[in-house]
């Protein structure tokens, strides 16, 4: 199970969809139902506009905003789910199965290296490589100001030159992260999954690229 990470295919999908990023999104009570139940500060009424709503899902990885993206897909979700799967095939994706865009249906599933295939693909957008990384955002909600944080704390703290991330966490998949990052001008795609903590996901991925700083300054 891969958790959030899918959240990167579910930006890929509305991308290549080129709808209109000043439409304005209205959230649901359904963009909150699911197969578990999972904490949001987000609530039903918010409104915000699709980049908004795209940055959420990215950035601190809101399970309604990625609700929200597949309903106002064209054809709804039925249509998202097909689109996710149908471009997890085009990129060589052979062991990847998407049921949901949020993450939180434990049947999302992929090897690690068609993981690596689909960050390495994200990666080409500009978008998903901007909201991926964005550290922190205040959004205004009209009653309130949503203040928001990237779920990992590599980006936030700003120590690395990471070019995308997104983590993830369901009970079955564990703590998870995917990341692309440059090491002394050396690109590297790495994926994380299974970790116990968010402690140890962020210690084992400061590991590996503390390691591919020394390898290539020799």
Same mark, same amino acid.
């Given at each position: ?7 990167? $295919? ?6 290549? =969809?080129?709808?209109? $990023?000043?439409?304005?999104?209205? #959230?649901? &009570?359904?963009? @909150? ?15 915000? %506009? ?6 959420? &899902?990215?950035? +601190? ?6 609700? =929200? #993206? ?9 249509? @998202?789910?097909?689109? $996710? %799967?149908?471009?997890?095939? =085009? #990129? ?15 049947? %999302?599933? &992929?090897?690690?290296?068609?993981? =690596? +295939? ?17 550290? &922190?955002?205040?959004? %205004?909600?009209g009653n309130r100001v949503l203040h928001a944080k990237n779920t990992n704390a590599l980006v936030r703290e700003g120590f690395w030159d990471i070019g995308l991330s997104k983590t993830g966490y369901i009970n079955e998949a564990g703590r998870c992260v995917v990341m692309q990052a440059k090491v002394n001008q ?23 690229? !503390?390691? #591919?700083?020394?390898? @290539? !300054?020799?």
């Open positions: 199970p891969i958790a959030s990470i899918t959240k990167l $295919m579910t930006a890929m999908v509305t991308a290549d =969809a080129r709808l209109d $990023m000043n439409e304005q999104i209205v #959230l649901e &009570a359904s963009d @909150f139902e699911g197969p578990k139940r999972a904490s949001s500060t987000l609530r039903v009424g918010d409104t915000l %506009n699709r980049a908004e709503v795209l940055l959420l &899902a990215l950035m +601190k990885s809101e399970n309604p905003a990625a609700k =929200a #993206l597949s309903r106002t897909y064209p054809g709804g979700f039925s249509a @998202f789910v097909k689109a $996710m %799967n149908s471009k997890a095939r =085009a #990129l060589g994706m052979k062991s990847a199965f998407f049921g949901d865009p949020t993450g939180l249906d434990s049947r %999302n599933s &992929a090897t690690p290296l068609d993981l =690596a +295939k689909m960050v390495r693909a994200a990666y080409e957008y500009g978008v998903i490589r901007q909201f991926s990384t964005t550290q &922190a955002y205040d959004f %205004n909600l050396h690109p590297a795609y790495i994926v994380l999954m299974g970790a116990n903590t968010s402690q140890s996901r962020s210690g084992d991925a400061t590991r590996i690229l !503390s390691w #591919l700083q020394n390898k @290539f !300054s020799r």
